[in-house]
């Protein structure tokens, strides 16, 4: 169980303090994916820097995120370590780019699993082997003697994501995991931790700009814009009566890309700056469905269905 | 590989023969001659012209000083009668070594450790302290760190001697001398590597995968930020190697360093040329070593190269 509670991250400098991501709640049972999904600015990896813990030494950080009971953000360096090696899992956004590369693939993984398993030497190499076969490599010998250059995209995810799942963890945090990747590739490598999580039954939660990713492969979708989570709920209910405007704007765009006629749909106008302050919603500028109160003051979130959303509307 | 070090070894040669044949003629073209700081009569100066070959045609003078070059014999020295190039160097050029060598493993030992520490804290007060040191190596002139160590650990503590070699603690203020500007730049170099390499997203997944932050610096970040460093120092183990003039005369060391700048005032056309070619030839050989070295650390240089 993943609980992610009243989570803001505020960076203060001498001209003042801007609240990057605010209030975000959400919490996620073992075996289920929660997928979140925004544009670029929207705070989504700061969402997920903070719960893996990368951002725990700003002074701005606040709330909690609870991993299996233990708290992330309270973590000491080296609790921090532990909770990475045993509960936390990470697969990473650039897979070719995450390993290093003046190491062996090989090296690597065994180090990792040396780390988080406290195996030994050989014993680690064996379990990088059926690791790496049961993600789909024919010949794993054969690919931990090479360099990461000489792997394809997909090949280095799947490493990332044996890395990620030696240490059967409770919650694993796959961030934009196939934006890099061709659609072929992306389908796989999909599939390849879909296949992991229902073996071992980690929490995931995918961070995308994907939309079609983010719906097909997730049980809850948390929406964020402006640094706040503006809708949360499940996945097919989103999909079919999206509650926020920016949801159903964004579902919209996501169903109705291309193919009709009269061309792609698109949400006018830009997000706003974080350095702009401003009292309403952050969506105000850009909503079609705005009222007076938009423009003054913050919705709180409120229970709709079986999710929340954060909207005067409701 | 051996296509590789063969190619390099002829465009090496190349280069040589253009240093020879540059050196050759400027220092031809240089006002003077060597017997002009000795009154001799006009009889005896032809004598010695016409015994050293200077009263051909340059070009002829040229030609006969490559197929010398090519027996390796440098010729004889025109300021120290009887004495042959090779000889002059083959006395001086160990003691320019020794302390050249150690110089550059202190510089690269010091530099790296220091870059390193200050690349991981950077901005904090290690940094700072590292930054402000390296640049007070970079601004001290070495004639003046050369004079400020002798004063201080020579005639005030005298914990080491003024100069001269004679024994291998001798070396200690030397080389001490020699290795402070490149430790400095050294220092530079890896820490602004360092922060990069540090920010790039395999060091970022490596920590979130859980491994020890000193173990994903020595082992993921230092290689990936040692190349700069790598290729700086072949030319560096050049200079340091065939020594330095002014550290030289400070300690009084009869290294190669203070034969170089002396034979040119005196016009001393051969062990000009000589020493220059030696220079070079030291110069190429550390290149190139170097460039194996980097070349063997970077596995996507090694496989390209298919070897």
Redesign the interface.
Known sequence: MTKVDGLSISIKNKKGTWSLVRDVSFSLERGRTLAIVGESGSGKSLITSAI?G?LNHLEGLEGSVEVCGRDVLKAS?REL?????NLIG?I???PR????????VGSQLV??IA??TDRKGRECRLVAESLLSSLGFSGPERILSM?P??LSGGMCQRV?IA??VVSRPALVVADEPTSSLDPLTKHKIMEVIKGIQAEQGFGLILVTHDLDLAFSSSDQVAVVYGGRLVETGAAEELLLRPGHPYTSDLVRCFTRSGAEKGGSYYIPGEPLSIYTSFPGCRYFNRCRQRLEICETKEPACVRRDRGRVACWLY | MLVYILKRAGFNLGVMLVVVTLTFFLMHLLPGDPFMSQRLNPEIKANLYAKHGLDQPVARQYLDYLSALARFDLGESLKYPGRTVNEIIAESFPVSAAVGILALVLALVLGVTLGVLAGVWQSRWPDRLILAFSTLGLSIPNFALGAGLVYLFALKLKIFPVAMLEKPIDLVLPVLTLAAWPAAVITRLIRTEMIEVLKRDYIIAAMVRGLDPARVILRHALPNALPAVIHYSGPLAATLLTGSFIVEKIFALPGLGQYYITSIGNRDYNLVAGITIFYTFVLLVATFLTDLLAFSMNPQLRYRNGS
């Open positions: 893996l990368m360096s370590r532990t909770l990475r090696r990470y990473p956004q650039n780019e995450s390993l290093t590369p003046t190491l062996k180090e990792v780390a988080k360099y250059h000489q990332a890395m990620a």
